[in-house]
């Protein structure tokens, strides 16, 4: 679905690469987790899949095209496959949650009979049924991060970006927004997100790319579908969620992140849990 073949991305003459040689594939279907510390290449990462910066060297293919060979008219196609969240939601404020979901269909060209019947299943599935009026003012800043992820959503992409989506939200709001993204993975949208936050990384226990000045350190496959997970032969319990009533399961000790603390609860026993390649490729949204 994404493919790096050893990019770098230099962006002024001279200056250390913003990612050095970087080879890496991200399979239909996927979650991963980009992270690294401030500077280290996620946000170029990005940028060079959504096509807004080329690589110095390299190729960049996104559902099978080299987007740095893509002639101008064909980069609006390109876009339209990809949905794009960043850390400060950035809504139209002079539009109401309806309107800025809207707009996004409107803006390539979707007959309205579409858009009335698209955008409030899209707002439901979010979680913003009711609020479709407001204007991003009058909403919470989870909120807001839910309008633009049915934003992002609505057309239905095959990927989905998100630039540190949770950076600007508190660890409960947080935790509903992974619930939704992880939802949004779930119905087969590829998702790839760059994070800061090791909480809620340790916790999703999904493929994790992290990047140290530009060069890949970690590839790493995590929770059910990881090795290690599988390898681990001693189980031990999670303090926070193993309280009564709280329906969690055992954990692997090791793969609990000190502190100990989890974030989101398991709604989906192991077992049934699928392997991503036979996992089918689902609508863009909707429940599993
Ligand atoms: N448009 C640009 N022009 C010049 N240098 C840039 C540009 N964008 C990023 N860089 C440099 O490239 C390197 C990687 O930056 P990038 O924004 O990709 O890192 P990041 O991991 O996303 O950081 P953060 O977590 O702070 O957002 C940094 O050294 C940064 O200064």
């Known amino acids: ?110 007959p309205r009979h579409v858009i009335r019947d698209t955008v409030p299943e899209v707002l439901e599935m979010v979680g913003l049924n009711g609020k479709e009026k407001r204007m991003p003012t009058e909403l919470s800043g989870g909120e807001q991060q839910r309008a633009a992820i049915a934003r992002a959503i609505v057309n239905r992409p095959q990927i989905l970006l998100a630039d540190e989506p949770t950076g600007n939200l508190d660890p409960t709001t947080s935790l509903g927004i992974m619930r939704l993204l992880d939802r949004i993975n779930r119905t087969g949208t590829t998702v790839v997100m760059a994070t800061h936050d090791d909480e809620i990384v340790n916790e999703m226990r999904r493929r994790v790319v992290e990047l140290r000045t530009g060069e890949i350190v970690r590839d790493e496959a995590r929770g059910v579908y990881g090795e290690r997970e599988r390898i681990l032969p001693d189980v031990g319990r999670s303090p926070v969620l193993d309280a009564p009533g709280s329906g969690t399961r055992v954990v692997p000790a090791r793969l609990v992140p000190q502190p100990e603390r989890r974030l989101l609860p398991d709604r989906q026993p192991l077992a049934d849990r699928q392997p991503l390649e036979r996992r089918p490729a689902g609508p863009a949204f909707g429940e599993a």
Not at 22 to 43: H, N, P, Q, T, W
Not at 80 to 99: A, M, P, S
Request: hydrophobic content about 45%; glycine content about 8%; proline content about 3%.
């Open 1 to 110: 679905m994404i493919r790096f073949q050893n990019v770098s991305k230099v962006y002024a003459r001279g200056a250390r690469p913003a990612l050095d040689d970087v080879s890496v594939d991200v399979e239909r279907g996927e979650f991963v987790f980009l992270v690294g510390a401030s500077g280290s290449g996620k946000s170029t990462f990005l940028s060079l899949v959504l096509r807004e910066q080329r690589p110095s060297r390299g190729h960049v293919y996104v559902a099978g095209r080299d987007v740095a060979n893509l002639s101008a008219w064909r980069v609006p196609s390109l876009r339209r496959q990809l949905g794009v969240v960043f850390q400060d939601f950035r809504l139209l404020q002079n539009k109401t949650v309806y309107e800025n979901v809207a707009f996004a269909l409107q803006v390539i060209g979707k």
